[in-house]
């Protein structure tokens, strides 16, 4: 299948990671699975997916289930069209904590589940528990709004993590026959529907489920699901009059918002909702590796283009407006308001890393770690027990994490990427390991079928000194990438103490060392991290005289509870010096930043809103803190860009 | 009734008006006027008020009246319970206009309109359109909601403005005839409701229905209620228990919103809806007039000092929130989303004229003219045409002008406002005159029986020279009052070529001078009027790191026809010498303020979203307009508040 040149990510299995990484991986292992199966069977999810107990709960309309930022408190049950989703997700996280930590109990919860899912399929091999408990006789009626191949696509990721972590087939078989029967539904063959989910998700997972069961069927239609979308006549028109209803009469206006307005090779802006944008572009990806397709590739590059020069909030969020949850207009970036849903800045991550399938480009990598360590991870609090839904980057001390959402689909999104980290960290070719991403970690890895175990020593991302070392029992010749981050101003490497000019061997931002390997090789890499301070492009409105602070991956934020309030008071002036700082005891061991800063000082105002002298300059300390830490103490403000001043 | 120390504004007909003035009820009188009327019958209003055709349209739910900002377009007819507050204040408009204007043809159109509100008029005095035609059966059932005597009171307006204005008794008479019903049916009498209205309105107009017939009853009925509001047991309780509804079932939650949420007294706090907030306190302040009573003036001073140092625009809009149509939290004045209504900026007038009724005082005049020359006369086009209902003071260049609305209450409001100018420019008292505002204009008084007419020559706001003559054919004691606004640095006083010592006679900013005046008496005031730098005090988050520039009266603003864009790149450094510059030729005539500023440059910042380097400043040049002028070109952004830097 894959040529030569493509890279794949490591199994979850591969990978052991420590630090930073090991931290978060032990807070989704030890705490988050288990809350997340326990929510879901507050919500009264188990009931709608248990046919023998009657249909539960209440079945809201589609356009009420916008998120509220409500906790779910069990008084209200209601039934959603995307549980099925959840539970994929659910024990997509489940799975992959496994191999972090043996949790029998959770194990047999899951397994019970899978049960309760395989007595509900069909014998045609359907499996939808709203189309089965809720709106029977429906099904296929509305692909548009009702996410029945989402939820497809989301089990079948659950089943094949599943399967890897236990070997346990169950799942894995139920989802391939209903992988089956949606091949025998759907298709560009005569006689088949030519349909496709209203939200993306299906596409990537029958890659996964093809690459893991070596069947190409499934690769095959999901290249179908990718191929067809947006092309005339537009099935969402057919489908909505087939129903009776007028296609205009569509919520949400334009088929921007679900990427099917145009074919997908002629699509150039990111538009419309932005998880099933990211999920679409992650779908493509693959398919564009897969099947080595170059004109997916390059309306890929495209989107990424138009993402990340325009589009992307300096957390590696996306998607600014609540009324689509997605995007609005170029360099439209606005900081309160920010939606940037935690589900996507996970999708971004999906994407990114399937961009490196043709080999490592710092390009993609970059975006990947600027997702991974900022606005994806701030979704989930550092004990791995409440959650973000919304990520913006300012903050009145109102918005805080709460315990679940009408809509939890960000929890097990962030579970199962947080539980799976390895996967991104390295990259794996043919005789080639790319390192992406730097912290405490190992991968172990076969070349000319030896075993290699690859280790990373470093204090990452806090600090950017990484020592590699190599286990394996004789010399094996291999290439290993090694990213140098677009961040790092200088970057410093040597092997067994002799040093290598980097920009000699530096292309598309990795150094690349082909050469033959043995066990007691060592090679350090120094990636010089100085805080610095980031300005947007002018073009950006809300952060027009701002800047935001950073240090290597990390993007800071500064709270109310170490600062003076109110926070829009202060003022960074350029001539003050950042000075990193190490906290140990502070929010689990972070680096913080600190500088002199000035304030408007209020307290000598007086009563007047207006006057014709300018407000009063003190003195003051700033200290921010990683961004994806914010809001673990006690409520308050908290903005990313401050006031900036020549 | 009124003790002697009461001031009282003039009517219309004392006033004429040039000049700056002139030009706006020119405006009103030959455009505005007639259009109002024309739009009235295009939204098909008159239909609900004829009781000789079925009852028309389409009943809409209270909740879906808030304003959209679509234009009217005679496609979707909806029925609203306020229109005959709308014809109260076309009526009133059209009367006011008549003093400037003959118009034969609209005055035969409104005796028409008269005429089917007194067909429609029921036996026992009562008159609703939206009760008889609409929802008969349920008067009095819901006045927390549905403006029942809101419209009573708007009607009452117009009455009293027409028969001024004509002579013509026949609305007067009507609305003293429901006036009567109305007290009848309310008052703390026992065996009376102890109802008022959920809308403030027909508070301000009983004491004007009072005045022009002597009637002291309907002053009376008038304190009771504001006396009532508030009061326990609360009445809108217990009228929706008696219409079998919850009161917790209240859509707007507390009823701050309509400022019943406590008895007037222990008010301090300006909350709620702005429009209703700024009627009720306007109907206050005539009550602590009328009836010396000092309990509600010490209320109204803190409610005036709550909104003029915590919660006002510096536009003098007012009412940041569309969701409540009103106020927030203290300092809270965001600039884009701003709602400002325009109501609520003419009520505020209203409000701010009424406070002169004890005596001239800077405190109230200066933040008359806020509002009068800045952010409710922005409401209205230059041409008299089209209209604002929300007076945001920042815009990306998709708010415009609009024909008409769904919830017209605007552009009565601002008609019958400007058409009544002269109003607020003078006060009388007893052998007394005040100047509260300056401009082309003269009034016509009497002092012992003989008249008087003050002329003032002046080109304010543009220019800060006033010289002020009399005409009377015998000198005549008089004392004449002389606002010092408190945006003048410096004023120089001269009396016939003498000098006067401002500071000496200024009591509550106004200079007062009492002597026997004769008609050869010549007064210059010259006001400084410089260009100036506005700060909000630092509480203010979305006015830090901002300044708005103003001279005199008057508030500017950039827009982007002006300017090079985007505007938020643009920067005012502290240096930059800030000049007036006459513009004859531009929107009518006016003075803009140029000054160099610098901006940060786009153009050569390339295809990135971020970087470590500020960006690039360029010099250029920023010219500002009057606010209320902006929009009267093409479309385009527009912003009061330009970024500052020391």
């Avoid at 939808?128 to 099904?139: A, C, E, F, M, T």
């Avoid at 994407?351 to 970059?366: E, H, I, K, Q, T």
């Avoid at 301070?533 to 993007?555: C, E, K, M, S, T």
Wanted: charged share 25%; aromatic share 10%; glycine share 8%.
């Amino acid at each position: 299948m894959p040529a030569n040149t493509t890279f794949r990510p490591p199994s979850v299995a591969q990978v052991e990671v420590a630090g930073f990484w090991g931290a978060r991986v032990d807070a989704v292992a030890s705490r988050t699975a288990d809350i997340l199966y326990d929510r879901c069977v507050e919500a009264r999810m188990l009931e709608q997916i248990d046919p023998d107990i009657p249909s539960p709960g209440v079945v809201i309309p589609f356009h009420s289930m916008s998120p509220t930022g409500n906790e779910f408190t069990g008084a209200t049950v209601t039934t959603q069209m995307f549980w099925d989703s959840d539970w994929g997700k659910t024990i997509e996280t489940a799975a992959y904590s496994l191999y972090r930590r043996r949790n029998d109990e959770l194990e047999r919860k899951i397994d019970a589940v899978i049960d309760l899912f395989g007595k509900l399929q069909q014998e045609d091999g359907y499996l939808s528990s709203w189309y089965q408990r809720i709106q029977p006789g429906l099904r296929w009626t509305n692909l548009r709004d009702c996410h029945e191949l989402y939820c497809a696509g989301h089990l079948i990721e659950g089943a094949v993590a599943y399967f890897q972590a236990t070997g346990k087939r169950k799942l894995l078989d139920i989802m391939c026959r209903f992988a089956d029967h949606i091949g025998e539904m759907f298709g560009a063959e005569p006689g088949k529907r030519k349909g496709y989910c209203g939200h993306e998700e299906i596409e990537l997972a029958l890659v996964k489920l093809g690459r893991v069961t070596g069947q190409r069927k499934y690769l095959e239609l999901a290249r179908y699901f990718v191929d067809q979308r947006g092309q005339q006549p537009h099935y969402f028109d057919e489908e909505a009059r087939a129903r009776g209803a007028d296609p205009k009469d569509y919520h949400f206006k334009t088929y921007e918002y679900n990427q099917s307005h145009k074919p997908v090779r002629e699509q150039n802006k990111v538009v419309g909702h932005a998880v099933r944008a990211m999920y679409l572009y992650a779908g493509m990806a693959d398919i564009a590796a897969e099947f080595a397709d170059d004109s997916l590739r390059t309306a890929l590059e495209r989107l990424w283009n138009d993402l990340t020069s325009k589009n992307l909030y300096v957390t590696g969020g996306l998607g600014p407006s609540a009324a689509n949850e997605g995007f609005t207009s170029d360099y439209d970036l606005p900081n309160e308001t920010a939606y940037a849903e935690t589900c996507a800045s996970v999708a971004l991550v999906f994407w990114a890393s399937r961009m490196l399938g043709v080999g490592p480009n710092r390009r993609y990598a970059d975006v990947m770690e600027q997702a991974l360590y900022n606005g994806s991870i701030s979704g989930l609090s550092l004990d791995g027990s409440r959650f973000f839904y919304e990520n913006p980057l300012e903050s009145r001390g109102r918005h805080n994490r709460w315990k679940w959402h009408r809509c939890p689909c960000c929890p097990p999104n962030i579970g199962r990427m947080v539980a799976s980290i390895g996967t991104y960290i390295y990259g794996l070719g043919e005789r080639a390991v790319a390192v992406h991403l730097y912290g405490d970690s190992s991968i172990r890895f076969e070349v000319e079928g030896r075993e290699v175990v690859l280790t990373q020593a470093s204090r990452y991302p806090w600090d950017g000194a990484v020592s590699i070392k190599f286990d394996m029992d004789r010399p094996l010749r291999f290439k290993l990438h090694l990213r140098i981050p677009g961040w790092c101003p200088r970057a410093q490497l040597t092997i067994n103490g002799e040093g290598v000019d980097v920009e000699d061997v530096l292309a598309d931002g990795y150094v690349t060392l082909d050469r033959e390997w043995e066990g007691t090789d060592v090679i350090r890499l120094d990636l010089d991290m100085p805080a610095r301070r980031i300005y947007a492009n002018p073009r950006v409105r809300q952060d027009a005289g701002r800047v935001a602070l950073a240090r290597g991956p990390i993007v800071y934020c500064v709270e109310e509870v170490d600062n003076p309030e109110p926070l829009h008071s202060l003022v960074l002036p350029s001539a003050t010096s950042i000075e990193a700082v190490e906290a140990p005891d502070l929010l689990g061991g972070v680096v913080t930043l600190s500088g002199q800063a000035v304030a408007d000082r209020s307290s000598d105002w007086g009563d007047t809103l207006y006057r014709s002298a300018r407000p009063v300059r003190e003195q003051t300390m700033v200290r921010a803190v990683p961004y994806f830490a914010w809001d673990n103490r006690q409520p308050g403000e908290m903005r990313v860009w401050l006031r900036d001043e020549p």
